[in-house]
């Protein structure tokens, strides 16, 4: 009952959310003028593809083998990375890896902390969680450090304050940071840097996730513009890496086309500025890299998907953002509505297995199922299909209400039965239209009027 009640309102609320946002001029103006910018960057970046549907089948293939003999190469990544002095730490759920952290921050005394982007963390509410136990949290990736400072979560999985404007952002920084007003885009980068650099210098412990876990060497890759992750990870003696366990590859020979598809997919670069290989702390003869270095390598549903057969293709992903951008959904309501960690199209298909079916079923019918994003998966997930196949779990888990029932019941019988297709004409056909949907697909659609007579009629008429 009381999973019924959470349902019913988490679908409501986000219905009204997106009814709200969908008719937000301002913010459609933003996202477009955004979206639009990657789009055409991802356009010209194809170019560096000789073969870019070839690449698309071999990524698929790469992720499609990593995620199939999971448990084979979690363990071959564990033993090499613990081979080099790296500790593993396993956590099934938010609660667990939370208890790791404190665990760690408490041992080493740690006051604050600098964190590179990770959509990981967001999903076990590393700041929230970390500033409730007196810890001073610092996002160091541009996007990240605006909407923290804004107090919000991020927007997007690629550029969390997409929906900001220069002005937001110079509005903010004066509120927050007490600077003059300026709209210079690259003075406003400056205040950030200037802020952060001293962070990175006076933080404990350093905090990164991961774009690709690398079975045969044990290895953290981690991919960014910034150069952030690098700082974040250069001062701080301690180093902590959140990674859900589906960022698997087999090998580095993997990275040479899961890199580039990556960058190119994400924000149409050729590659992005830094790319980095974590394999542990720093060894007897280097010369620099934290003291102690860990991984939290987070469950949290990831094997409730992996499971099931049918759907597990969703592990796949490798964030790149490219389905959302593309979304005609996502760009009208966007991110924030979903209010889920992971928003637009693969959002709507994980966050159900993640979250619990009973209450994020409804993002499942967040799609028009065009199919757009399935055509710009990097690794070829079928996005639009997983939907379905969600919608169809939902329904077998009975997670409908009352009235869907009756009306499908109705709607069942009357399709089945000519006779009682033809009763009542178009005049009553009509009235119940109105009665029933004016409310939900007529509040902003003229209904469709049912003919006077119907094809059944005409035809009978025709052949008399
Ligand atoms: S589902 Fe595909 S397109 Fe969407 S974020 Fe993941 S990898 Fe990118």
Not at 220 to 240: C, D, M, Q
Not at 246 to 272: C, F, N, R, Y
Not at 285 to 309: C, F, K, Q, W
Request: proline share 3%; charged share 25%.
């Amino acid at each position: 009952m009381q999973n019924n009640v959470e349902q019913k309102n988490k679908a409501e609320e986000f219905i009204l959310e997106a009814d709200h946002k969908a008719f937000d001029l301002e913010h459609r103006r933003k996202i477009n003028f955004n979206i639009g910018r990657y789009n055409d960057a991802v356009k010209n970046g194809s170019s560096q593809f000789v073969n870019h549907e070839l690449g698309r089948k071999r990524a698929s293939y790469i992720k499609s083998s990593a995620i199939e003999n999971l448990d084979k190469y979690l363990l071959e990544f564990e033993a090499n990375f613990t081979r080099r002095g790296g500790k593993v730490l396993w956590a099934k759920n938010k609660t667990e890896a939370q208890n790791h952290l404190l665990k760690i921050f408490k041992e080493k005394k740690a006051k604050t902390t600098v964190k590179a982007k990770s959509m990981t963390t967001e999903e076990i509410h590393f700041n929230e969680f970390l500033t409730e136990h007196g810890v001073k949290t610092f996002e160091t990736d541009l996007g990240e450090y605006i909407v923290q400072l804004a107090g919000q979560k991020p927007y997007h999985i690629v550029t969390p304050a997409m929906h900001m404007s220069k002005k937001d952002i110079s509005d903010l920084f004066v509120e927050k940071l007490h600077i003059p007003y300026t709209d210079d885009a690259r003075e406003l980068t400056l205040t950030a840097r200037r802020i952060l650099r001293q962070e990175y210098v006076n933080a404990d412990i350093g905090v990164t996730g991961g774009n690709f876990l690398i079975a045969d060497i044990g290895g953290i890759a981690v991919t960014e513009n910034e150069g952030n992750a690098r700082l974040s990870t250069a001062f701080p003696k301690t180093h902590i890496a959140i990674v859900g366990i589906e960022k698997m590859i087999p090998s580095m020979e993997d990275l040479g086309l899961m890199w580039p598809m990556l960058a190119h997919s994400g924000t149409g670069q050729m590659v992005t500025v830094y790319y980095t290989i974590f394999t542990g702390p720093r060894q007897p003869n280097e010369s620099d890299g934290p003291e102690e270095m860990y991984v939290i390598l987070l469950d949290n549903g990831r094997t409730h998907l992996l499971e099931d057969a049918d759907k597990r293709q969703a592990l796949n992903c490798i964030r790149c953002g490219a389905c959302l951008n593309i979304c005609p959904v996502y760009k009208n309501i966007g991110g924030h509505t979903y209010k889920s960690t992971y928003s637009g199209p693969i959002g709507s298909v994980i966050t159900p297995h993640y979250n619990g079916m009973e209450k994020f079923k409804h993002l499942s019918y967040a799609s028009s199922l065009c199919g757009a994003c399935t055509s710009v998966c990097p690794v070829k997930i079928d996005i639009h299909n997983l939907l379905l196949l969600n919608r169809n779990q939902s329904i077998k888990q009975g997670l409908f209400s009352k009235a869907e029932r009756f009306g499908f019941n109705v709607w069942k019988k009357a399709m089945k039965n000519r006779k009682l297709m033809n009763m009542g004409g178009s005049f009553f056909k009509n009235l119940a239209l109105k009665t029933l949907f004016s409310k939900t697909w007529g509040k902003r659609r003229t209904m469709p009027e049912v003919a006077p007579k119907s094809f059944n009629e005409l035809w009978k008429e025709r052949n008399k």
